[in-house]
């Protein structure tokens, strides 16, 4: 019997992705926090991780055979967070307390997600070598 491991660790690993790239967005977010008319953007990631449940096995597109292979996980779902402050004026709409309020919680979830991830890998190898470790 084959062992998929897509099906193992598919969803899991797709949420890691998009929990990365959302810290990505937060990180600029909070850098950005006194640049005037800067707009906070945030990743919604339920919406995204249905996006990448259904595209699943589409890939991008290449332009040149040297370009590493990839896969779309549908986190295009980049938009502008409505701002909960008071216009200060600059047009900046970044909450610093609520950036890295959204930015703790994220980072908890990513680490919950890899150590899960860790427990399967973990699991999978004890079974592969017969419970001996």
Known sequence: MAINLDKLMGFHH????IR?????VLAGNLANAN???YKARDIDFQ???K???QSRGHTLTRTNENHIKGTSF?????QFRVS?????GDGNTVDV????NTFLDNGLRYQAGMEFLNGKIKSMKKALSGGQQ
């Not at 909960?84 to 200060?88: G, K, L, V, Y």
């Not at 307390?97 to 890295?100: F, G, K, N």
């Open 97 to 100: 307390q609520l950036e890295r």
């Open 51 to 53: 996006s990448a449940q």
């Open 47 to 49: 919406k995204a991780m």
């Open 74 to 78: 549908g986190t295009g779902d980049l």
């Open 20 to 24: 990365t790239e959302r810290m990505e």
């Open 14 to 17: 797709q949420a890691l992705q």
């Open 84 to 88: 909960t402050q008071p216009d200060t």
């Open 35 to 37: 640049t005037p008319g």
